[in-house]
Nanobody, 116 residues
Framework: QVQLVESGGGLAQAGGSLRLSCVAS????????MDWYRQAPGKQRELVAT???????NYAASVKGRFTISRDNAKNTVYLQMNSLKPEDTAAYYC??????????WGQGTQVTVSS
């Protein structure tokens, strides 16, 4: 069974930081693309950051320079370091894996709330 388990969400003040983690199992992690998405109430789900198996990273314009995606293949874990948080970053954050088979998998999400 494929499982993606996020952690690290919570409440932060504007200007603060949080670090999200996602542990994957049931997939070949080293050959999978790992992504972070977020969805705020009443809003479309948006792609926040990507990290391909070949080491290419990309970020949404709204978070570029503030968020950093990284991965540790030995631990089957992808991270999202979030700095300089803004109230607009408040959302449920989801880890997603794109496997070499073409399948995509999702975690259950972790809530991030940023107060002003």
């Amino acid at each position: 069974q494929v499982q993606l388990v996020e952690s690290g969400g919570g409440l932060a003040q504007a200007g603060g930081s949080l670090r999200l983690s996602c542990v994957a199992s049931g997939i070949i992690f080293s050959t999978s693309a790992m992504d972070w998405y977020r969805q705020a109430p009443g809003k479309q789900r948006e792609l926040v950051a990507t990290f391909t198996s070949s080491g290419i990273t990309n970020y949404a314009a709204s978070v570029k320079g503030r968020f950093t995606i990284s991965r540790d293949n030995a631990k089957n874990t992808v991270y999202l370091q979030m700095n300089s948080l803004k109230p607009e970053d408040t959302a449920a954050y989801y880890c997603s894996a794109g496997a070499r088979t073409g399948s995509r998998y999702w975690g259950q999400g972790t809530q991030v709330t940023v107060s002003s």
